[in-house]
């Protein structure tokens, strides 16, 4: 299925990168059995960019690794069409969007000794699922679910 996906911030970066994270959404997107043509919006940036984002809109300043702003309220591991809306011009299902800050991409990656690609993809997925609606906030069964989905997606990126 033909996705939109929209990149911003990808000026000047290497373009194996930019494949990776359409490659990325798009294997969330198969494995949660997302059956309609969506639309994200990803921002590349950095860590004073997502700083500003993570104090505009949630008022916690701070950088972090990634942020998910998701546009409709669905239930992890249980996507329906029917719980979002498709643009009615476009025909596109608008999930939401994404800021993934690649100061944190290069650090983490080289701490956790897996690399920018693992981590980029990583990041990605885990961003993704958001939008489908998985949480891990707490440190129960909503975290463990959403690990667990991460792990089996990451599998199929085969980094």
Known sequence: MRHRIIIGGAEG??????RLIRKSI???LKAEKVNVRCEINVLLTDDEGIRE???????VDKATDVLSFPMFDFSPGAFSAADGQADPLSRFMPLGDMAL??????SQG????????RETA????????HLLGYDHEDEGENKKL??????????????
């Open 13 to 18: 970066r290497d373009r194996a990168c930019v």
């Open 26 to 28: 798009a294997a969330a």
């Open 53 to 59: 984002i993570n104090r505009n809109m949630r008022g």
């Open 101 to 106: 800050n690649m100061d944190r991409v290069r």
């Open 110 to 117: 080289e701490e956790y000794g897996h690399g920018e690609k």
């Open 122 to 129: 990583y990041l990605t997925v885990h961003s993704m699922l």
């Open 146 to 159: 959403m690990r667990s989905r991460e792990k089996e997606i990451m599998k199929t990126i085969r980094i």
